[in-house]
Every structure is written in structure tokens, then in C-alpha cells.
């Protein structure tokens, strides 16, 4: 059963916005720190952002941390990424990923609990 599920993405025209939201299929993720990485054609997997269970600590990759933000909502059993200023640049497969064992926070793991992601696709 898949564990994490993204939705949200889709098509904009740069400049514009669009939200992400990750939730726990199966299990809760309100105990667990949600990270976001995404992933473009033929390139390797990128760090994008980390909150930790309770939305007290995040942290931002430098590419997106003037346009991007993260919040989540344990009540709800939900967290999200608001994208903002969208460029070209941005365009990949965005997952979520919640952490299961010891490991660097800006690195997914094999462990990890993953989305099965969505797709943003930004146009010039």
C-alpha cells in the first residue's frame, strides 16, 4: 500500500502559483517530519524542502527558499508545499517522503516512505 500521496500539481504559466499536498494513505503522518524532493528528466533527484512533525523547524533548498513554502496541518493529517513565482526551472516531479530511519535531512533514502509523486510543469 502506498503510504505517502501527493496531489496538486498540474500546468502554469510562469510567475504563477500553484500548492502541493501530501498525505498519509494507510498511516498517519502527524508524528513524522515530511520532506519534498523533486525530480527532473534525466537528472537526479533534488532536495527541496524538510518540516519537522510539529511544523517548528523547516528547512529550504537555497533554489527555492525566496518563492517556496512549507506548512502542514496534523489534524487534518496533511502537509504542503506553496510554490510561488514558479519558473521553468521548476518543472520535475515533486514527492513527498517522511523519513524512517537515521539519515541526513536533505538526503531521501531507499527506506524513506515515499508519494507516488506529482507532476508540475511550468511553461515559458
Known amino acids: 500500500q502506498v503510504q505517502l500521496v501527493e496531489s496538486g500539481g498540474g500546468l502554469v504559466q510562469t510567475g504563477g502559483s500553484l500548492r502541493l499536498a501530501c498525505t498519509g494513505s494507510?498511516?498517519?503522518?502527524?508524528?513524522?517530519?515530511i520532506r519534498w524532493f523533486r525530480q527532473a528528466p534525466g537528472k537526479e533527484g533534488e532536495f527541496v524542502a524538510f518540516m519537522n512533525w510539529n511544523g517548528e523547524s523547516t528547512i529550504l533548498a537555497d533554489s527555492i527558499k525566496d518563492r517556496f513554502t512549507v506548512s502542514r496541518d496534523n489534524r487534518k493529517n496533511m502537509a504542503y508545499l506553496q510554490m510561488n513565482s514558479l519558473k521553468s526551472e521548476d518543472t520535475a516531479v515533486y514527492y513527498c517522503?517522511?523519513?524512517?530511519?537515521?539519515?541526513?535531512?536533505?538526503?531521501?533514502?531507499?527506506?524513506?516512505?515515499w508519494g507516488q509523486g506529482t507532476q508540475v510543469t511550468v511553461s515559458s
Open positions: 517522503n517522511s523519513p524512517q530511519s537515521p539519515g541526513p535531512i536533505r538526503s531521501g533514502k531507499a527506506d524513506d516512505y
Open positions: 494507510g498511516r498517519p503522518i502527524i508524528s513524522d517530519a
